[in-house]
Each structure stands twice: as structure tokens, then as C-alpha cells.
């Protein structure tokens, strides 16, 4: 079988499996007991088992075999959880994830046996279990045997005639040995209905909700098409009795009768098959990595049904870049929606107004269009953190210090370019916050804290940015220390210093130059790479500040645009350009006599409602014409960046206006403010002021 | 046949420059331009270009000559240093012709590292009786780093 068309499903739904292994491990290792926990990670484990079978990836199929037979064990209650077997297993999951990001870069698994492991897993089996599990196959034996027949045999139990498959036989004799009964179907549907592939599709859904149907007669796809008379069989590995099936099967309107009984096999054959099972686990990967296979061609409904969750079936995967392609061309649509608005309010057209109420209902549209597009391009944010609880616990370990992580807002929607790009600089300040960050448990119980540390990782929205602060409450940094090195170092002067605030200080961190030296661990263990988590947040149009409290534990907050394209701006004009002022920034616009003007420092600031708040002439700034009567009021929009205000000083305003964000290219190089350009209605340029920048 | 090659000719401040036509996408008359603030001062600022912001830049301000007020000759021609790179405009007082040189007929420049302005020529080119300065668009466009 050619399976390279479906490496690529292979490896997304490996790394899901992965990573419900690596949650689930965690939680399982707090909670021994926990036994959903545990058959998840049994189901995830045979699923992954199946795919790299199916595949014919061996070394992984073999490795997840033999994690699958320790999982096997503690569900049946033979072992305990123990740290020691969590590490194990960890190492193997680790393993797993080399073979697979060796399938990802070369298509193959690479030659890795990780024997080491496998002799690990191993060796736990035994030393746990001591005896061999050949009980349990004689108890397995008994229960195919002992259902009672129905030995009757009726015309009606069609599905006796059914033939059975090798795979789906073996699946049964698995299904017998779990405890599972097989219960065989015939389904009649009344003559008059008209929808006999919908109503099909009923009954198996209803079937479905007390087990897993394995085989379809008609297959699936003939049933939706209809092409069957009235009757149809099915096998269902369930856990209820055949009479249980049969009412809730009745109670779907239009079924006129439903028969069902056991199905065993000839005791010989379940002999066989058993014994092909015990001797070779690896064949039990069969009928699973058949199934797989089936799902993954999608021809066969009902596997594929099993295969996904429910809300997996309202999905589609879609190319990134196809998304892109979708929202530029809303992009272009917004641009052509504001011509149409600019041409509307210059021309007598204005008065017409059906023109008016058509051109507003257009601009809601494209509003709603746009929001629409830029959701689809949302992932909740959960996709990047969930790894983190895993690095924790390692970095725990390996530094010998005991630390929580508590994460809350994992569902927080974030673009899937962001969400790309996030993982790294996250998990940057997660290792400083639990190397640097937090105390060593000693240090902590001298100074009155609980002996764990603790860091948090918190995502939620405000307004139109996601913020995200990871927190410790660890020693927090001294900044008296910073500003000892940066005097040392040379990057600022005695006076400077002396005048510096707080945040000032901290900011120092976040210099490129303060990143690389060795000095970084004497200061305060923190600033190693900060630039570079700053600089990454930066590209993708965030901001980070950092706040700490000396033995308290210090925050870092990060905060990221919800969309990167399209915003809402305030159209200005200074001197006689016009300039967009991103929207999200602004707090309020004030009327500012002049006279109210104080300088401070050499600074010019206002007295905002008991705020002082410093003011920056944007014409100046920009070397914009002043205009010829200077006026007795200024026009000042209050800007806010995480804590802090200024003002900007703009002559007229415009109005608001939805614009979307052009690069002006590499070849000019400008001042920082300017962000982008955009096209106004009439087929202006504007430019983009960020003037957070300038807070 | 000898190799030929074929230059758009610009004018500026009277004399003839030769630009390759490969470079050459488009030449669209003047329009208004946004001032970008701060910038280096060659360029003049941005266009709207069919819904693409080009940048665009004086050819007299980079070629070290004065300045002159647009005319109704003004042309801006739009350029790629590389193929598929981003475009730029070259404002030019005016465009006439294209000629076809060949590859004899263009004497390269003695190169001269002191020179920066000699850099952005790629040689003379010999038309007639008319001597053409032909324009190296990539130097013009891609600034060397300091």
C-alpha cells in the first residue's frame, strides 16, 4: 500500500496522540487512580501503535508496543504508577517524538532502536508482574464461549450470514478478551420510508453511543446511498446485551423490526486467533491500524466516524495559505468599500437615500466578512502552552527545585501566525522564571514562602490585544544590582542612573547588550536572551514589560494584536497630511488650552485629571508644517501602553475608519513610528503612526 | 550579430540616461506622493500603485544634481532591481525613446571605489552622436551597507 499520501495526517494526528500521552502522563503520575486518565492514554497509545504500523514505521510501532503493554498493566490494576515508571515512559515518549520529527525531515524513522528503553519498559513488566499472564488468556477463552447462542436460527438474523473478515474476526477475539461483548444486528426498515439512508444513518448513530459498530452489511457508503432494500446487518462491540440494542435500535422512527443477538465465532478459530494475539501483540496493532487505514481513506463512514470525535467531523484542515489568499483579498474588498464611501460623501449622490442605506449595509458586510475570515485564522492558544506543564516538571527535576506551574485562558484565540511564532519566546521566560526566577526550596523556607515555587501562565483578551503574563513568585530581580552592572558596563552613566526609575532599569534588561554577557547570571539571572523574546514579540506587533517586586516575584506581560492586517484607526491630520492612529491604543481625546502646557525637565507635560501626562507634538516629531495660526487649544489624543500615558498632539481629526495595513517596504528607512502605510478610500496613501512606540 | 541591449532613455537636467529595459515594469506619469518622515532624502515618499505601495525616489537627488519642479513631462519609472524583488519608482524629468546599443557600442567606466556616484553607472553607451550615462538600477536601489 502507497501510504505517503497520508504522512502528512500521520504525523498532525501523532503529534495530537503524543500530546494527550505527554497531558495525560502528568496527571496520571498526581493521580494513580485516576482511570479515565488511564484509558485515555491506553487509547491514545493503541491508536499511535495502529498508525505506525499501518505506516510501517517498525522501531516506532515495537517501542509503542512495549509502553503500551505497561499502560495495559495499570489499567488492569497490576502496577502502579510510580514516578520512576513516569520517567520511563517519559523517555519513551521523548523517543517517540525523535522517530517522528526524523519522519517529518526525511520520511523515514532513522535507525534508533532506543533499546535502552525498551529493556526499561521491560524489566518494569516483570519485576511488576512476577507471573506470566496466561490466566488471563483462559478467562478470555471462557467468555467467548460462554454467551449464550441463539441457537435458533431465524431467517430473520440475517447477519448470520454475513461473512466476517479476518481482521474484524480477530478484532472480536480482542474484544472478547477485554470483556466486550459482540453483538450481531439485523435492522428492517419500514417500506414507506422515503429517507432509508438517513434513517440508516440514525440507527447506527443511536447504535454508536453503546459501542463501536465494526462492520457494516451493505458497507456504509452503499446505506447512505441507498443502495439496500429494507434490511441491513451490523456487528457492534458493546458492552450491553443484545435486547438492550434492540429497544434503543426500535425506538428510532420508521424501523419496523430490529434483531440481534451474540456472535461467537467457532471456538477454534478463537483458539487460533487468541493465540496469534497473545504470541505476536503486535498483530492486535492489526484490526486498529486497518481501521486507521480505513478512516483515512474516508470511503468507509463508519470507521471513519469512530476514528474522529464528533467535533472533528465539523472540520476541515485547511492550507494556511489559502487562508492568506482569503484575507487579502477581504483586504482588497475593505479598500474598495472605502473608495466607494469616499466618492459617496464627495458626490450629490449623498442625498440619494437607498444609495446611503446600501453603501452602510456593504460596510457592515465587509466588517462581519472580515471578522469572520480573521476567526477562522484563530488557534486557541492551548496548542502552544500544553507543552509546557511536561518542561516544567523536567526543568523541576533537573534543577532540584520543586515548582508548580498553573496555567489558566489555554482556550484564548490567538492568529495562527502568532500562535507559530509565540512557543519560543513563552517558553524563554517560563526557564528564566524557573531558573532564575524562583529560589531554591531552602532559600524559599528561610524566607517564609511555601517550600514550591510557583509560576503561572495566564492568557486572557483585553480588548483588542490577547495578553499573556507569566508570573513567579520567586526572589523577583534587583534592580539595584542592574544598574550597578550597567554603570560597570558602560551603557549608562552615573547621572542617568541616578535619575532612572524603576521601570527604566528593568527595561535595560531587554538590551541586546545586556543578553550575551556572562555578568547576566552575577546581576540577576535574568536578561539571557530577553532581547531576543523582545524582539520576536515585536515583529509580530506585541509589546512586553516586565514587573517585579523585590522577594516577591517578578511578571512579565505580553501584549499581542488580535489581527494583524486590518484594525480600526483614527484618521488624523497634522500639519496638511492625514495619518492613522491605531484605535486600540487610544484611551481619549482631550481639548488642551494652551496655556495649561507645563514643562517639566525640558519636558512638556499636562495635568490630565491628576495625571501628569507628557505630550509629544507629532508635527514636530514628523517635521510636519506648522500651521499658521498657532491654536489657543490643542487637540491631544491620550495614548495608553500598559500602565503608562502620553499625549499626542494632532491638528484636526478625521473620524474613525476601518484600514488595512500595507508595508512600506525595506528600501526606506524611516523613523520607528511609522508602521505601515494604507489606501485611503480616494486612493491616498496614508501612513500608520505606532504611537505606542513613542509611550 | 553582435549582442545588443535595449535602454529606456531618461532625461535629467539635459542629459540622456540609459536604464535597462529589463528592469523596467511599468512608467506612469506623476502622482501624488506621500511624504514619508525622516526618511533618506533621495526618496520622495510612497505611491499608490494599483493598490501596492511602491516607494519612490528622486534620480536627480541620488544623482547628486539639484532639484526641479515636477512638470507635466515628470515621469515616474517603476523598477525592479531583481527580478520579483519589490518596486521602486525613479522620478525622472522625462522620458523619450528606446534605443538599441550594442554591445560594442557601450564602453565601461574605469571603476572607481572613491567615487559613489560613478558606481551607480554601469558605462557610456555610444548612440548616434549622443552619449548616454547608462544607469546601474541595483546600485541605484540597494544601498551598500556602512
Known amino acids: 500500500m502507497d501510504v505517503s499520501q497520508y504522512l502528512e495526517i500521520f504525523i498532525e494526528e501523532t503529534k495530537e496522540h503524543l500530546q494527550s500521552l505527554n497531558q495525560h502522563l502528568l496527571i496520571l503520575e498526581r493521580e494513580p487512580e485516576n482511570e479515565n486518565t488511564i484509558n485515555e492514554i491506553f487509547r491514545a497509545a493503541h491508536s499511535l501503535k495502529g498508525m505506525a504500523g499501518t505506516m510501517g514505521y517498525k522501531r516506532m510501532q515495537r517501542l509503542t508496543h512495549d509502553m503500551e503493554n505497561v499502560f495495559s498493566e495499570i489499567r488492569n490494576g497490576k502496577m502502579k504508577a510510580s514516578s520512576s515508571l513516569v520517567d520511563v515512559l517519559f523517555k519513551g515518549l521523548d523517543a517517540l517524538e525523535n522517530y517522528l520529527s526524523n519522519i517529518q525531515s526525511e520520511a523515514n524513522e532513522g535507525e ?72 450481531g444486528v439485523t435492522v ?55 435486547e438492550k440494542l434492540i429497544k434503543v435500535a426500535s425506538n428510532v422512527s420508521e424501523v419496523k423490526e430490529v434483531v440481534a443477538g451474540f456472535i461467537q465465532l467457532p471456538s477454534a478459530e478463537v483458539e487460533s486467533y487468541t493465540a496469534i494475539l497473545k504470541q505476536d501483540e503486535a498483530a492486535s496493532a492489526q484490526p486498529q491500524s486497518a481501521k486507521e487505514a480505513n478512516s483515512l481513506k474516508a470511503g468507509n463512514a463508519p470507521a471513519a466516524k469512530q476514528a474522529a470525535k464528533p467535533v472533528a467531523n465539523r472540520s476541515v484542515r485547511v492550507d494556511i495559505d489559502k487562508l492568506d489568499v482569503l484575507m487579502n483579498l477581504v483586504s482588497e474588498l475593505i479598500i474598495a468599500k472605502n473608495g466607494l464611501i469616499s466618492i459617496s460623501s464627495e458626490k450629490e449622490i449623498m442625498t440619494d437615500n437607498n444609495f446611503h442605506e446600501q453603501i452602510e449595509y456593504l460596510e457592515r458586510v465587509t466588517t462581519n466578512l472580515h471578522e469572520s475570515v480573521m476567526k477562522t485564522r484563530m488557534v486557541p492558544i492551548e496548542s502552544v502552552v500544553n507543552r509546557f506543564p511536561r518542561m516544567i516538571r523536567d526543568l523541576s527535576k533537573k534543577l532540584e527545585k520543586e515548582m508548580e506551574l498553573y496555567m489558566t485562558g489555554e482556550e484564548t484565540e490567538l492568529d495562527r501566525t502568532v500562535i507559530d511564532e509565540i512557543g519560543d519566546p513563552l517558553m524563554h521566560l517560563l526557564r528564566n522564571a524557573a531558573d532564575h526566577g524562583l529560589e531554591s526550596n531552602a532559600d524559599r523556607e528561610k524566607a517564609g514562602k511555601n517550600s514550591t515555587g510557583s509560576i503561572y501562565l495566564d492568557a486572557y483578551q483585553d480588548g483588542n490585544n490577547v495578553v499573556i503574563e507569566v508570573r513567579d513568585d520567586g526572589a523577583g530581580i534587583n534592580t539595584e544590582k542592574i544598574k550597578r552592572k550597567a554603570i560597570e558596563k558602560g ?3 552615573e547621572e542617568q542612573a541616578q535619575r532612572m526609575t524603576e521601570k527604566d532599569i528593568i527595561d535595560i534588561l531587554f538590551q541586546p547588550s545586556f543578553s550575551t554577557a556572562e555578568q547576566i547570571t552575577d546581576v540577576s539571572g535574568r536578561g539571557v536572551g530577553l532581547d531576543v523574546v523582545k524582539t520576536k514579540i515585536e515583529a509580530l506587533g506585541g509589546e512586553i514589560e516586565a514587573k517585579t517586586k523585590l522577594g516577591e516575584g517578578s511578571n512579565f506581560i505580553i501584549r499581542l494584536p488580535l489581527t494583524l492586517a486590518i484594525i480600526q484607526s483614527l484618521m488624523v491630520i497634522i500639519g496638511d497630511e492625514k495619518y492613522a492612529l491605531p484605535l486600540g491604543s487610544i484611551q481619549t481625546i482631550e481639548d488642551i488650552p494652551v496655556t495649561d502646557i507645563k514643562t517639566i525637565q525640558g519636558k ?62 525595506k528600501y526606506i528607512k524611516s523613523h520607528k513610528i511609522i508602521s505601515g502605510a494604507t489606501i485611503l478610500g480616494n486612493g491616498e496613501v496614508a501612513l500608520i503612526l505606532d504611537v505606542n512606540s513613542l509611550v | 550579430m553582435a549582442e545588443t541591449k535595449q535602454f ?87 522620458v523619450r525613446e528606446v534605443v538599441t546599443l550594442e554591445q560594442d557600442s557601450i564602453e565601461k567606466m574605469t571603476y572607481d571605489d572613491k567615487d559613489e556616484k560613478a558606481n551607480y553607472s554601469i558605462g557610456i553607451g555610444k548612440y548616434g552622436n549622443e552619449l548616454i550615462n547608462l544607469l546601474s538600477v541595483p546600485s541605484i536601489i540597494i544601498e551598500k551597507e556602512q
Open chain 1, 112 to 183: 534508533d532502536d532506543n533499546e535502552e528503553i525498551i529493556n526499561a519498559l521491560n524489566n518494569i513488566l516483570n519485576e511488576g508482574l512476577g507471573q506470566a499472564p496466561t490466566p488471563k488468556a483462559a478467562e478470555t477463552a471462557k467468555e467467548v464461549i460462554t454467551p449464550t447462542a441463539q441457537a435458533v436460527v431465524d431467517d430473520k438474523l440475517k447477519y448470520l450470514n454475513v461473512k466476517i473478515e479476518e481482521h474484524e474476526k480477530k478484532a472480536m477475539v480482542k474484544a472478547g478478551m477485554l470483556g466486550l461483548n459482540v453483538i
Open chain 1, 188 to 242: 428492517y426498515i419500514h417500506e414507506y420510508c422515503v429517507l432509508k439512508g438517513a434513517r440508516a444513518f440514525m440507527v447506527n448513530r443511536t447504535l454508536e453511543e453503546f459501542g463501536e459498530i465494526i462492520k457494516l452489511n451493505p458497507s456504509a457508503q452503499d446505506l447512505e446511498d441507498e443502495k439496500y432494500d429494507y434490511d441491513y446487518s451490523a456487528f457492534i462491540i458493546t458492552k450491553e446485551s443484545p
Open chain 1, 491 to 493: 551603557s549608562i552613566t
Open chain 1, 604 to 665: 512638556e507635560v499636562i495635568n490630565l485629571r491628576g495625571t501628569v501626562v507628557p505630550i509629544i507634538r507629532l508635527g514636530n516629531l514628523l517635521h510636519c508644517k506648522n500651521r499658521e495660526v498657532a491654536p489657543e487649544e490643542l487637540l491631544v489624543v491620550i495614548v495608553k501602553k500598559g500602565e503608562r500615558l502620553a499625549g499626542m498632539v494632532v491638528d484636526e481629526l478625521i473620524g474613525q475608519q476601518e484600514i488595512v495595513i500595507k508595508s512600506i517596504g
Open chain 2, 8 to 94: 529606456i532613455i531618461a532625461y535629467l537636467n539635459k542629459g540622456q540616461f540609459g536604464i535597462d529595459i529589463k528592469y523596467i515594469d511599468n512608467i506612469i506619469v506623476m502622482q501624488s506622493i506621500t511624504r514619508i518622515p525622516k526618511s533618506q532624502s533621495f526618496f520622495k515618499g510612497v505611491i499608490n500603485l494599483r493598490g501596492e505601495i511602491v516607494p519612490v525616489l528622486s534620480l536627480r537627488n541620488k544623482l547628486g544634481m539639484d532639484e526641479a519642479a515636477h512638470t507635466s513631462k515628470s515621469r515616474i519609472i517603476i523598477v525592479r532591481p531583481e527580478s520579483g524583488a519589490a518596486p521602486v519608482g525613479l522620478i525622472v524629468d522625462e
